[in-house]
């Protein structure tokens, strides 16, 4: 079995198997810059100068393994989000904090518009395309006259709900602390945005992702800004729809574990019955309770800053199993 890649948590929590690596605040800042970056360029430059609407498979495969390869670089050090909607669904299941997730995003749009930028120079490079801003067009983020096949408004934010909700969730689960098979993540979520920007590229350039959103529609026409606030909304509505669901996923699977620890344990004494401190959600954060021999629980006292113990899926992160 391989081993999963290691990831430090994004909200400082300690976590195992990374041998005490503890990312500052700009090393992951800069990682997420860097590959959101990577992202457009490839995202965006593929399509630039490969007409997408007639062979639209080269693009979308583009965007999904720039996706691969950036964390594969890069999510050790900040978690390897590179999209502001996965950022939101780390945000709403714990798994960064707020102030952390504002810049994260920050950081990815200017990534994002750097990488647009140089794609931009380019194509002022080239004498075949006399105006830039119209090359843009054809790969930014559209609907209505502006979509590929002419998508109303409701069609596009719909699928761009739907779209980054598939996308958070593949993310959430494969970069999940219990998931043994958290080594795949890169591929998972790679593949996962490969097929997603298939669909979306027929119905309007869609690209689950609002950083590469603003990127394009800085460097096009004006009608691209008027529309970008349905590639900002739009995800992140489908991201938290699917990080709730997920943490709900998550709560559940935790009192399913609790419930089955709690029977197959022996029977409480009396007193025990009425022991407000055996009841598990008013425990201390210092304390873990522990099994005697005779089936009692006594209460045992973690040294400081020790991760809590039975903590909830939705709030570990992705950094692998544990050290043997």
């Not at 593929?46 to 890069?74: D, E, I, K």
């Not at 995003?105 to 994002?112: D, E, H, R």
């Not at 790679?190 to 590229?201: D, I």
Request: hydrophobic fraction near 50%.
């Amino acid at each position: 079995m391989s081993t999963p890649v290691s990831v430090p948590p994004t909200d400082g929590r300690p976590s195992a198997g990374d041998n005490g690596f503890r990312p500052g605040l700009l090393s992951r800042l800069g990682a997420e810059a860097f590959g959101t970056l990577f992202l457009v360029v490839a995202g965006l430059g593929v399509p630039l100068f490969t007409l997408p609407q007639s062979n639209p498979l080269p693009a979308a495969l583009a965007g999904g393994l720039a996706v691969t390869a950036a964390m594969l670089a890069f999510a050790y050090i900040s978690g390897g989000h590179f999209n502001p909607a996965i950022t939101v669904g780390n945000l709403v299941v714990g798994r960064i904090g707020i102030a952390a997730a504002a810049a994260y995003i920050g950081a990815q749009l200017i990534g994002a518009a750097a990488g647009a930028l140089a794609l931009f120079g380019i194509l002022r490079t080239v004498p075949n395309i006399p105006d830039a801003r119209t090359a843009f067009d054809t790969v930014t983020a559209g609907f209505g006259e502006h979509s590929v096949i002419q998508t109303s408004m409701a069609g596009v934010l719909l699928a761009e709900v739907l779209g980054a909700a598939l996308l958070v969730a593949v993310f959430l689960g494969t970069t999940a602390r219990r998931n043994i098979h958290a080594a795949a993540a890169p591929f998972a979520v790679g593949l996962a945005f490969a097929v997603l920007l298939q669909l979306g590229q027929a119905l309007g350039n869609a690209p689950f992702n609002p950083a590469r959103a603003t990127a394009s529609a800085l460097f096009s026409s004006s009608w691209a800004l008027e529309q970008l606030w349905l590639f900002w909304v739009a995800p992140i509505v489908g991201a938290g729809i699917a990080s709730l669901v997920f943490r709900g996923f998550a709560d559940a699977g935790a009192r399913s574990a609790a419930a089955d620890t709690e029977h197959a344990g022996a029977a409480p004494d009396a007193e025990d019955e009425f022991d407000d401190d055996s009841d598990d959600s008013d425990e201390e954060p210092g304390a873990a309770e522990t099994q005697t021999a005779n089936g009692r629980t006594a209460s045992a006292e973690r040294p400081a800053g020790a991760p809590e113990a039975g903590r909830d899926e939705a709030r570990d992160f992705f950094d692998g199993p544990r050290s043997q």
